[in-house]
Structures are given as C-alpha cells and as structure tokens.
C-alpha cells in the first residue's frame, strides 16, 4: 500500500506516547506551531490513538493498535530499537516509521565503558562493602584483584554507530579491539580487527570483555548460547547494552553460576521489568542496570530534532526518511 499521506501543519495532530519521558514539555519550549497531546499509559494511548497522525512511542506500542488508527500516517519511534514494530502490519496500513537510531550512541557507548570498567575495578562489590560498612582490607591473591583495562581485549559484537563508538573509548584505555559486523569490507574504524558475523565464536576465546551492541533480530535472538558463552575465557565478561533476548537467560545463569565465565554486566533482560524472582539478582558476579544505557539529560530534545526533521521531509514530499524502517 502507497504511504498515508501526511496532513498540513495546521491541521497535525501529534502524540506523545511514553510513561517517563518529558516529551511534552521539551516540545513546548521550541515554539515549533504543532498541535500536539500526552499520554503515560496504554490505556490512554488506545483511547485517543484514533485522533492521531503523527505519534512518538516506544515500550507503549502494540501493533493491534493499527486498526484503530484510521489517520497514523508516521510513527517516530522514541527508542532505537524497532523490534515491537511489525514492519509488514504497517507497510500494509501504509504507516511510515522512523527509528531513533543515533540518538543515545554516546550515551550508551559511555554506559557499555562504564560497566565494564566497574566489573575490572570491583566497584559493585565496594559499593557493597560501603553499605556494609565494611573497609576491605588489601588482597594477597593477584587472581581475586581489581585489574586495568590497558592490554585486555574487547570483541564488540555490532560494529554499528554504538559499536564505533564503544571501540572509539576502548582505544583510549588502551584495549584491543575486536568487532563483528554483517559486512567486514565496511571497515573496523577504530578497531584493531573486524570480522563477519559467522566468525563470532572464533573471536571469543580472545576475549576479556565481550560487549553487545548488536539490534535484536531473528538472526541475533540467542546469538550468545551456550555454544557462544564456552567459547568464552573462564575469565571473560559479558556487557549487554543490546536487548535482553540477544543472550540465551537460561544459559548465561548456568554459566555464571559455574563460574564457567567470571561475570556479566546487564543493561537488559529477557523480559522487562526483571522478575523478582530472577536468579540473575542474587548472582555476585552480575552488575544489573535497568535498562538506562540510552537515557541522557539530552534525549528528548534529540529525539524531537529527529522528528521535525522528518517532518519537514514528508511535507517537502521526500520518499526517504530519517532512520526509516517502514
């Protein structure tokens, strides 16, 4: 089906769909002459989809909400990751949908370092001992010490715009970088060695650090299985800042609980909120973030940049948008 087409400014209708980010208010300071609502929840999302053609949304979209939105003629999605999007269910309604791809690239390289700084230098077991107020005293056993970055190498699995970045910071403390991406001949950037996807588990038992950064997709559900974490040092960590359902849950908790790999730093879970009773929490040697590698002060006013940029394209009648998918 041809795309829905796009109504004149003065008669859009925008809406914000998230329960946490100011969308709104970041709106409201640019002046920008759109007629625009909020919503928090799904159930206000259902109820006033109807009166929509441009909507912002991310964890709050099901794709059975197509049918009730006879005027949707462009989603902007809020998050990078597309997988809650039916690009066939949509391509037939004709909505066109956008990514937010390239919004948090830093935020969430910077993350990706940060936890893996904090697994070298121990920082979840002092944050730990502080609140046991405990002072730990100086450790004889060199293999139980906190460690440097300098030397050890990172394979970084998703060379795209994160992954660069990522391999960007590894380099200044002196990492080796090795990346997979889906077609080496694109470049390593800043690493030291690229390879094809297919040559993942020859990369891993190199590996001191192994970083996720790769979309979720069919091909990269699982990707790191039990096959991938043997491959991996007894000694090696797992950084996940890609989506939950890229590791095999089951698997990694069996691994980290026989020491089979020594930790995993996890931004994401297989489902989202992490169920209380989820082994994961009480493993020492996992660090657990809730899902707030993209989150920066500056989102919103990114994404909204994104947005009246694809706007701006649909009005002027380009066929091509921004990080469009659909």
């Known amino acids: 089906m041809s795309p829905r087409p796009l109504p004149a400014k003065d008669k859009l209708t925008v809406c914000f769909a ?45 794709n059975d909400l197509i049918a009730a939105a ?33 919004v948090n690239e830093r935020a969430v390289a910077e993350h990706a370092i940060a936890l893996i700084l904090a697994m070298a230098r121990q920082i979840p077991q002092a944050r730990d001992n502080q609140a046991a107020r405990t002072w ?5 056993d060199i293999s139980k010490r906190e460690d440097e970055l300098g030397g050890k190498t990172l394979v970084i699995v998703g060379m795209g715009r994160i992954g660069s970045r990522l391999a960007t910071l590894a380099k200044a403390f002196d990492m080796r970088v090795i990346a997979t991406r889906r077609d080496p001949s694109k470049g390593a950037g800043a690493a030291d060695k690229v390879v094809g996807d297919d040559g993942l588990l020859s990369v891993l038992p ?21 096959k991938a974490l043997a491959a991996m040092k007894p000694s090696a960590c797992l950084v996940n800042v890609a989506r939950g359902k890229v590791v ?8 980290l609980e026989h020491k089979r790999i020594a930790g995993a730093a996890l931004d994401c879970a297989w489902e989202e909120p992490l169920s209380a009773t989820s082994a994961l929490w009480g493993l020492p040697n996992v660090l657990i973030t809730p899902h707030t590698a993209g989150e920066t002060r500056r989102y919103e006013d990114n994404v909204i940049d994104l947005l009246l940029e694809n706007l701006e394209r649909l009005w002027r009648g380009e066929a091509v948008l921004k990080n469009q998918f659909v």
Not at 76 to 101: E, K, N, P, W
């Open 136 to 140: 730990r005293g100086m450790i004889g």
């Open 18 to 62: 998230h329960a946490a980010y100011r969308m709104g208010e970041r709106i409201a300071q640019r002046n920008a002459g759109l007629d625009w609502f909020e919503v928090r929840s799904l159930d206000d999302l259902e109820a006033r989809i109807g009166s929509v053609d441009v909507l912002l949304v991310s964890g709050l979209w099901r």
């Open 248 to 255: 095999n849950e089951p698997a990694l908790v069996e691994a």
């Open 70 to 102: 006879p005027r949707l003629a462009f989603i902007q999605s809020i998050s990078a990751g597309t997988d809650q999007f039916s690009r066939d269910a949509l391509g037939t309604a004709g909505i066109r949908v956008a990514s937010a791809q390239g």
């Open 206 to 226: 190199q590996a001191d650090f192994v970083a996720l950064t790769c979309p979720l997709t069919p091909r990269t559900e699982n990707l790191i299985d039990a």
